[in-house]
């Protein structure tokens, strides 16, 4: 895999140096292109300023943004049939396959164990070992 989707909470896992930061930092290293919906932004930014921080720049260097200039009300229908997943978790899921990617699949990094379920149910491959903290 050339190309992964990462979603908000591995970034916060690297980012504040949380449970399991460096292995999701050397498997996202891994990857030609790592990509993120730009609901990412938000919550990162929401992130520091719930930790009294200055957003860091630094902390999406790298990110290539997924912009969907459409609904995506077909792929939220699709997934919430392949299981529940809450808030924003359907946002991602659903803006991952937005990449047009021209042979092999999408690599979907996230720490939500329901959010891996679901994006494995519809075919991504998932980076790393589910059990990781």
Not at 17 to 45: I, K, T
Not at 54 to 83: C, H, K, S, Y
């Amino acid at each position: 895999m050339s190309v992964a989707y990462a979603d908000t909470l591995v970034l916060k896992a690297i980012v504040f140096d949380g449970p399991g930061a460096a292995v999701y930092s050397r498997h996202l290293d891994r990857f030609f292109r790592v990509m993120s919906s730009n609901w990412l932004e938000v919550e990162l930014r929401a992130a520091f300023a719930r930790e009294n921080l200055g957003f860091q720049e630094t902390a999406m260097a790298g990110i290539d943004w997924i912009l969907p200039n459409r609904t995506l009300a077909p792929e939220f229908a699709v997934i919430l049939q392949a299981g529940y997943l809450r808030g924003t978790d359907p946002w991602h899921v659903a803006t991952a396959p937005c990449v047009s990617l021209r042979s092999g699949g999408l690599s979907f990094a996230t720490l939500v164990a329901r959010k891996n379920d679901v994006a494995a149910a519809l075919g991504h491959v998932i980076p790393w070992d589910r059990d990781l903290p």
